[in-house]
T-cell receptor, first 113, second 111 residues
Framework: GENVEQHPSTLSVQEGDSAVIKCTYS??????FPWYKQELGKRPQLIID?????GEKKDQRIAVTLNKTAKHFSLHITETQPEDSAVYFC????????????FGTGTRLQVFP | SQTIHQWPATLVQPVGSPLSLECTVE??????LYWYRQAAGRGLQLLFY??????ISSEVPQNLSASRPQDRQFILSSKKLLLSDSGFYLC??????????FGSGTRLTVV
C-alpha cells in the first residue's frame, strides 16, 4: 500500500517570498497527486492536482511538480501572501486504480507581512 | 451543482454515549463516500469508504461504524464513545475522478 511523507511540518516565510513543500510516495504505480489547503477550523479544499503523465502544472501563483523516478512531488507557492497561511496536505492514491487517498501529515505555512 | 452537507458542526458528548453523524450529497448519483478523522493538529485518517448503498469498507479497527442507507447518505456511528474518539470528522465524496470534495466537518469532543 501507499505511504506518503510530507516535509517540512512547519514553514515560515516573509510575504512575497516563495514556499516549497515536498512529499514522497512509495507506490510507483500511483498516478494522481492532489494538494489540499486547510484554513483554521475549516474543511480541506483542493487547490491543485497533477496526474502522472505530466511533470508540472501551474495555476497562477501555485504549481506542482512531479518526479516519477524519484517518487516525489512538490507544491510551489510564489509571491506568498498572508492569506496563503494555512495547513497544506499532499495525498496519493492508496493503491493503483483507486480513489481512496492517503494524506501526508500536513505542513503549517505561515506568511508574515 | 453538487453540494455536500454534514452535521452537526460541533458536538460535545460524554464518554459512553452514542454517536450519529450524518453526511448527504446533492446533485450527483452513486458517489463514492468517505469518512476521515483529523486529530488536533494532525493529518487525515481514512476511517470508512463506500462505493454504493450498503457497501462499507472499514480502514481502521475501532469503536466506530458506518452505514449507507441511501445512495447519497453516509452515517458515522458509535454505540459508546471513548475519549480517543475526539477529533474533527470529515465526510468527503468523489465521482471517481479522484478530486475529493469535503464536507464542512464535525468537531467532536468527548468529555
Amino acid at each position: 500500500g501507499e505511504n506518503v511523507e510530507q516535509h517540512p511540518s512547519t514553514l515560515s516565510v516573509q510575504e512575497g517570498d516563495s514556499a516549497v513543500i515536498k512529499c514522497t510516495y512509495s507506490d510507483s504505480a500511483s498516478n494522481y497527486f492532489p494538494w489540499y489547503k486547510q484554513e483554521l477550523g475549516k474543511r480541506p479544499q483542493l487547490i491543485i492536482d497533477i496526474r502522472s503523465n505530466v511533470g508540472e502544472k501551474k495555476d497562477q501563483r501555485i504549481a506542482v511538480t512531479l518526479n516519477k523516478t524519484a517518487k516525489h512531488f512538490s507544491l510551489h507557492i510564489t509571491e506568498t501572501q498572508p492569506e496563503d497561511s494555512a495547513v497544506y496536505f499532499c495525498a496519493a492514491p492508496r493503491s493503483y486504480n483507486t480513489d481512496k487517498l492517503i494524506f501526508g501529515t500536513g505542513t503549517r505555512l505561515q506568511v508574515f507581512p | 451543482s453538487q453540494t455536500i452537507h454534514q452535521w452537526p458542526a460541533t458536538l460535545v458528548q460524554p464518554v459512553g454515549s452514542p454517536l450519529s453523524l450524518e453526511c448527504t450529497v446533492e446533485g450527483t448519483s452513486n458517489p463514492n463516500l468517505y469518512w476521515y478523522r483529523q486529530a488536533a493538529g494532525r493529518g487525515l485518517q481514512l476511517l470508512f469508504y463506500s462505493v454504493g448503498i450498503g457497501q462499507i469498507s472499514s480502514e481502521v479497527p475501532q469503536n466506530l461504524s458506518a452505514s449507507r442507507p441511501q445512495d447519497r447518505q453516509f452515517i458515522l456511528s458509535s454505540k459508546k464513545l471513548l475519549l480517543s474518539d475526539s477529533g474533527f470528522y470529515l465526510c468527503a465524496w468523489t465521482a471517481g475522478g479522484f478530486g475529493y470534495t469535503f464536507g464542512s466537518g464535525t468537531r467532536l469532543t468527548v468529555v
